[in-house]
């Protein structure tokens, strides 16, 4: 594997054999206070987030392998300052949503590169890669690529191990996933590499929480798409098509077989990587019988061996069974990846034996209003999940709530929690709903969705009720 030209500050160790390179930049550090005040922008309640650390925001280059080669990508590394703590730090590898300006990408510290700050100042090392094609790779980005978004996961993992003397943090042993949206599909391949593969040995999975992703390409998500006459994002359609044809060489020769004009001859000036979403949406029309060249939906529906079927198959990420917990969320008005993807992964994993995973209604929302429940609640998942490490009286009064079943139907209970101890139970805004003291927290008449629990002298914890 070959070493790509590289910054002044570059690494180059020798991992399972193979040589790989990364530079690191500095960006930017976001004190506390700037923190709360972000988080505040975000609408985080500010009983449920705490910013307990100045954060390091890096820019690290590194290699992966793509198509038969080695390639150079970028990601963003977010690094808690202070954090004292002799166990050290999990690492939560965080997956963007959908982008096409590569600037947006998170090492750009986009507005969604901008959670990293949020996720870390809480104690996790956290890593956002920007993929093939965003970020600093100029190559056409394969949108919702499967093998590519794993390893840009994969390998940015590798790298911040590398440099984890350098930059002056340790790591606990503990691997959490999660990402909204196309980061929900890049999450859910991740996680399944880091179980079925030689991924896991270095890495092993603790966690997974993907949120509103196209998990089940072929059988739910494209199928949905075309039965309604008008798609909310075009952009996204012809994204797929251009993004595979890159890797697989064989949906088209020209897009004027996909695409009719005078849309088709202007499309690849569009996905250069300088436009935005509105830029592209904007320029595609909405009514899918003006866009696609008229009989292409029924053609590739009619033959299961045509080469944009056998692609959709190939990025499905939905059958395998979880070793760690994996909890998808999903919300019911989603217009852009439909909920049904979720339940579809839901019900096959369960009639194939698993009992590590779950699905959850965040409730009756659009997709971007999903998103925010999605990535925060996701947050405080993995939080409740990392080990605690306590070393003094007062870390032991303040541990992580831990409250079970969870997800729950009607009554909880909360461990180490006395007879006498208040809690309160809480709804994701914020509000007080139900208050009371022991061990024993009765949840019936509350909706199916996200509710927050805090007990006295304990972290809160946020629990999953299903009806």
Avoid at 126 to 136: C, F, K
Wanted: hydrophobic share 40%.
């Amino acid at each position: 594997m070959s070493l790509r030209a590289s910054l002044s500050l570059s690494l180059f160790l020798g991992l399972a054999g193979t040589c790989f390179g990364q530079s690191v930049e500095l960006l930017t550090t976001y004190t506390q206070s700037q923190l709360a005040a972000t988080a505040s922008v975000f609408g985080i309640p500010s009983n449920s987030f705490s910013a307990d650390h100045d954060v390091n925001a890096y820019r690290v280059l590194y290699d992966m392998p793509y198509l038969g080669d080695t390639i150079q990508v970028s990601g963003a590394l977010f690094v808690p300052q202070g954090f004292d703590d002799p166990c050290g730090l999990p690492i939560h590898v965080y997956m963007h949503g959908t982008v096409f300006k590569r600037t947006d990408a998170p090492s750009f510290l986009s507005l969604e590169g901008s959670l990293g700050g949020l996720m870390a100042t809480l104690g996790q090392l956290v890593l956002m890669p920007d993929y093939v094609g965003l970020g600093t790779s100029e190559l056409m980005h394969p949108y919702v690529h499967a093998d590519s978004e794993s390893d840009a996961g994969f390998h940015l993992m590798r790298a911040a191990n590398v440099l984890s003397e350098e930059l002056g943090y340790t790591l606990n042993g503990q691997n959490f996933i999660s990402g909204y949206s196309q980061g929900g599909h890049a999450a859910m391949v991740l996680a399944r590499d880091l179980t079925t593969t030689a991924y896991g040995d270095e890495f092993p999975l603790s966690g997974a929480v993907p949120g509103s992703g196209p998990y089940d390409i072929s059988g739910t998500q494209f199928p949905q798409t075309f039965e309604f006459e008008t798609y909310s994002n075009p952009a996204y359609l012809a994204y797929n098509v251009i993004g595979w044809n890159s890797v697989y060489g064989n949906l088209y020769d020209d897009l004027s077989e996909v695409f009719q004009e005078p849309y088709a001859s202007n499309m690849l000036n569009l996905f250069d990587g300088t436009n935005d979403a509105a830029t592209i949406n904007n320029a595609c029309p909405s009514a899918l019988e003006e866009f696609l060249q008229p009989g292409l939906v029924e053609e590739i529906q009619n033959d299961p061996m045509h080469p944009f079927q056998i692609a959709a198959l190939d990025n499905d990420v939905y059958q395998w069974i979880p070793e760690a917990p994996v909890v998808m969320y999903y919300c019911t008005q989603d217009e852009q990846v439909f909920y049904q993807n979720a339940l579809v992964a839901d019900a096959w994993m369960t009639e194939n034996g698993s009992t590590m995973h779950s699905s959850t209604n965040l409730g009756d929302y659009d997709h971007g209003q999903c998103a925010g429940l999605a990535i925060f609640n996701g947050t405080l998942w993995i939080q409740d999940l990392v080990e605690e490490c306590l070393t003094a009286v007062t870390d032991a009064e303040m541990a992580s709530l831990v409250a079970y079943p969870n997800p729950a139907t009607d009554m909880v209970n909360l461990r180490d929690v006395h007879a006498q101890t208040p809690w309160t139970v809480r709804s994701m805004s914020g509000q007080v709903v139900r208050r009371g003291q022991g061990s024993r927290v009765d949840l019936q008449g509350l909706s199916e969705g996200l509710w927050m629990i805090q007990a006295e002298g304990h972290k809160p914890t946020v629990l999953s009720l299903v009806r």
